[in-house]
């Protein structure tokens, strides 16, 4: 008998039969009430593709070239910490996998695997993800490795001068055990993340004492006389945050809620895209993450200005389920499902995506 095609739903599943429930609240859940965490789905629900006829479509190519990459596919993986939880090989998996889908892997920089075991183990476009910690030579010293390492960006995530309240990991207790840790990152920094107490989540403890909350605009400058890498912003969702990202030189920008696990309440990613594309103006790529569920969400955020779209939970619902194989199959499937949207909707090369693809506020599709 013919094995069923894989799904994203039949991986999600599979994740989920696989993890711990701790763990799998740890990837799943989100802020508080998790407005935000919803609010990304239905952002997408809300729009209808708009299909044009009688073109050759006998060719979609997905391919899209980013801070001087070239990728097979605008679908890449976001940065997520401890892959380990979901795989043994933790990131060295999700990094073959990412590479056999010629797709942008985005390191975490609380990976569970070095900067340097990632690089040898694979070839493959790969950014480098930071938080701004407060020991300022440690922070120095993930740049520096990261440009030795191939690293083609820095990702400053700047949504999080504290960690949102996530309730899921407070009920759990949730810390890491002693086989998981920050491979990137002194264990004296994050020793914190491994004391569990009832009540509380380890992380955030570890968060509060790490990571440096008075960081502004101005301490842009540092990073950008410390390395020469392009400079990337993670976290915008407003228009005035998107001109001060231009004003102070980011190389690219990526719309997101940090996928409803910071500020809850805020808006959707997807909601918030068209306000950063128009303030950027073009002078640099956006990027979103936040809800994308399958190739013709990609295709909608695509259409609205995104030059790519970052997969978080999706890509660890692969990681837990095959290793490998179920990143690089999630990638693909979402890349085909994209190829396929394209096609149908009469639109053969992502640079014959724009706005009028799409209508906003229709119905489900």
């Not at 009688?54 to 997520?80: F, M």
């Not at 183990?121 to 120095?140: D, I």
């Not at 190829?339 to 693809?357: E, I, K, N």
Request: hydrophobic letters at 50%.
């Amino acid at each position: 008998m013919t094995a069923p095609a894989p799904t994203l739903a039949g991986y999600e599943r599979a994740a989920r039969q696989q993890l711990d429930a701790p763990v799998w609240d740890f990837i799943d859940g989100g802020a508080e009430r998790e407005r935000t965490l919803a609010a990304n789905r239905r952002a997408f629900e809300r729009v209808s593709l708009r299909p044009r006829v009688l073109v050759d479509v006998s060719r979609c190519d997905t391919g899209v070239e980013l801070l001087g990459a070239r990728l097979r596919t605008p679908i890449g993986v976001a940065p997520t910490a401890y892959h380990q939880l979901a795989h043994p090989d933790g990131e060295i998996a999700t990094a073959r996998g990412a590479a056999a889908a010629g797709a942008l892997f985005v390191v975490s920089i609380y990976a569970s695997r070095s900067l340097e075991e990632i690089a040898a183990a694979v070839p493959g476009p790969r950014w480098m993800q930071l938080y701004w910690l407060r020991r300022r030579e440690a922070l120095a010293d993930l740049v520096d490795r990261a440009a030795a390492a191939g690293c083609g960006a820095i990702v400053l995530t700047v949504d999080a001068p504290r960690l949102g309240r996530r309730h899921r990991d407070a009920r759990n207790g949730f810390a890491l055990g002693p086989g998981i840790r920050a491979a990137n990152l002194d264990a004296a920094l994050t020793a914190t993340a491994h004391v569990a107490a009832a009540g509380r989540s380890a992380l955030a403890v570890h968060a509060a004492e790490a990571v440096d909350p008075a960081v502004t605009w101005a301490d842009l400058g540092w990073l950008r006389e410390r390395s020469a890498l392009p400079l990337v912003l993670k976290g915008i969702l407003t228009a005035e945050d998107a001109r001060l990202a231009v004003r102070h030189g980011a190389d690219a920008v990526i719309v997101s809620n940090h996928g409803g696990r910071q500020l809850d309440g805020a808006p959707a990613s997807l909601d918030a895209l068209a306000e950063v594309v128009d303030a950027v103006g073009g002078a640099c790529p956006v990027l979103l993450d936040g809800g994308v569920r399958g190739g013709t969400d990609a295709f909608a955020a695509l259409a609205l200005g995104a030059r790519a779209v970052l997969l978080g939970r999706p890509v660890l619902w692969g990681l837990a389920a095959d290793g490998a194989a179920g990143v690089s199959g999630v990638l693909d499937l979402m890349t085909e499902e994209l190829a396929h949207t394209m096609a149908l909707a009469g639109r053969p090369a992502l640079a014959s995506l724009d706005a009028s693809a799409v209508t906003t506020g229709g119905g489900a599709r």
